[in-house]
């Protein structure tokens, strides 16, 4: 067997948390079954992620000083996936077989918005990565036939 730690190979269904000044670190979650989680985006005391499983998809907030952890969204049919947050924000996209939706919610609450969407069949657009910065929306628009990807910048 190589030498190399247990957890590699393993990057797509656990998630920790390491302090860089003591090393201490602490397992946020862990997918199995098949299941995988996603980049997570960290700003300030927050990080968020998302995990995708045979029991559907959702899109988790975790508040690292107080350890709390809970679900913002979750569905069983669609393909919830790709958050990216600012001090007061959320970005995340929606996959269907219809189509790609970004949405964008405060993080103390209220209604999601949709800031674009790409429709398919009539494309063969999806989207993937996002981020948030400056006030800007940004999401790669990834066109699968011609396998080229773009980043759209979306003001919120």
Known sequence: RPNRPDHVGHERYTL???NLRNDAQRRLA????????GR???????????????????IVLYRISTRAK???????VALLSNPALSKGRIVWTRDLPGGSTLFT?????GSARELASVERPGSDYWFWTTELFGGKAYV????TRRGVARILRIGL
């Not at 862990?30 to 989680?37: K, L, P, Q, T």
């Not at 809970?70 to 069983?76: C, P, Y």
């Not at 790669?140 to 066109?143: I, P, S």
Request: aromatic residues 8%.
């Open 16 to 18: 920790h948390l390491r």
């Open 30 to 37: 862990f997918a199995g079954n098949g299941g995988e989680i």
């Open 140 to 143: 790669t628009r990834w066109d």
């Open 40 to 58: 997570p985006s960290i700003v300030g005391d927050r990080i968020a992620w998302h995990v995708v499983g045979e029991n559907g998809s959702r």
């Open 70 to 76: 809970k679900t913002l969204f979750s569905s069983h």
């Open 105 to 109: 919610r405060k993080l103390r609450g």
